[in-house]
C-alpha cells in the first residue's frame, strides 16, 4: 500500500491537535467540569494498569546476560510509565544507544519504582543497590524527586537526596528535577534542583541537565510528548529525557575507556618488566 506523502506531512499536525485536545481535556477535567472528570480518571487509570506490566518487565529483563552492567534507580518515567513499551522508558532508550555506541550488549538493572519518592528510594531501591554495586555497574543513572513535589518539605528532599548521591560511584549520572511548568510548582523545583546540584558537587557527580532539556520543548513539548495523563511522558518526551543524559554518559564512557587503558598498560608495564 502506497502511504500519501500528504499524510506524512499531516502527522505532527495532527499529533498537536491532538495534543491540545488531551490537555483541555485535562485541565477541564481537573477543575471538576463533566465529562472530562471521567475522562481524565479514565486516562489515568489506564496508565495506573501499565504499572505491574512494566515492573515485571524490568524484573524479568534484569536476569539477561550482557558484556556491560547498566543500574538504574529512579520512579515511574525510569520504569516508563506513558510510553508505548517498558524498552521506551529514557532507561531502554540509554541502554539501546549504549549497545548501539559499544557494540556490546547491555544488561540493566532497573532498581526504580513507579510512585517512588527520595525517601522511598532510600528505604527501598539503596539497599538493593548496594547488593548489585560489588558487581561493578558500568553506567549508573539517577532521576528521582519528581514525587517529592507533590509534599513538599525542603529539609526531607535534602536529607535523602544527599543519603542517595553519597552511595553512588564517581561514574554515575543524576538528573535534575524535569521542568513542570507551572509556576508554583517550578518555584519548588527550582529549590530541589539547587540542592541536588550542591549534592552532586559535594560528592563529584555528573549532572545531566533534565530540567532544561524539558524546559526547552515549550508548549509544543507540552501537547506532544506526554502520555494521556498529561504528568508522565511519552516515547516521544522519554527520548528527550535520554537525550538530557547523552553527554553525561558519553563523557563518563570515554573515561572509563581511557582508565581501563591505562590499567592494561601498567599491567603489561609490570609484566614486560
Known amino acids: 500500500m502506497t502511504v500519501s506523502p500528504f499524510s506524512r ?29 471521567e475522562q481524565v480518571r479514565e486516562n489515568r487509570s489506564t496508565l495506573n494498569e501499565t504499572l505491574p506490566i512494566h515492573s515485571k518487565w524490568w524484573r524479568d529483563h534484569a536476569k539477561a546476560d550482557g558484556e556491560l552492567l547498566y543500574v538504574a534507580i529512579g520512579d515511574s518515567a525510569a520504569q516508563g510509565i506513558g510510553a508505548s513499551r517498558p524498552d521506551r522508558s529514557y532507561v ?59 509534599d513538599w518539605n525542603p529539609e526531607r528532599f535534602d536529607r535523602n537526596i544527599r543519603s542517595i548521591l553519597a552511595e553512588l560511584p564517581l561514574h554515575a549520572v543524576v538528573a535534575d528535577l524535569p521542568c ?57 518526551g522519554y527520548a528527550v529525557w535520554a537525550e538530557a543524559f547523552g553527554p553525561a554518559l558519553a563523557g563518563v564512557l570515554r573515561s572509563r575507556r581511557r582508565e581501563s587503558l591505562s590499567s592494561f598498560e601498567r599491567i603489561s608495564e609490570r609484566q614486560a618488566a
Open 9 to 37: 506531512a499531516d502527522a505532527p499536525r495532527q499529533s498537536l491537535t491532538a495534543g491540545v485536545r488531551l490537555a483541555a481535556a485535562t485541565v477541564l477535567g481537573t477543575f471538576g467540569v463533566r465529562p472530562f472528570r
Open 92 to 150: 531502554g532508550q540509554i541502554a539501546e544507544e549504549l549497545r548501539a555506541s559499544t557494540g556490546r550488549s547491555v544488561r540493566v538493572v532497573n532498581l526504580s519504582v513507579s510512585g517512588a519518592t527520595t525517601a522511598l528510594a532510600v528505604r527501598d531501591q539503596l539497599p538493593r543497590f548496594r547488593d548489585i554495586r560489588a558487581l561493578r555497574p558500568d553506567v549508573v543513572t539517577v532521576s528521582i524527586g519528581a514525587n517529592d513535589i507533590a
Open 180 to 236: 513542570f511548568h507551572f509556576p508554583q510548582n517550578e518555584r519548588k523545583v527550582a529549590e530541589a534542583n539547587r540542592m541536588l546540584r550542591a549534592a552532586a558537587r559535594e560528592h563529584g557527580l555528573v549532572v545531566a541537565p533534565l530540567h532544561e532539556a524539558t524546559r526547552r520543548q515549550g508548549l509544543r513539548g507540552i501537547l506532544t510528548q506526554f502520555a494521556r495523563d498529561m504528568f508522565h511522558p511519552n516515547d516521544h
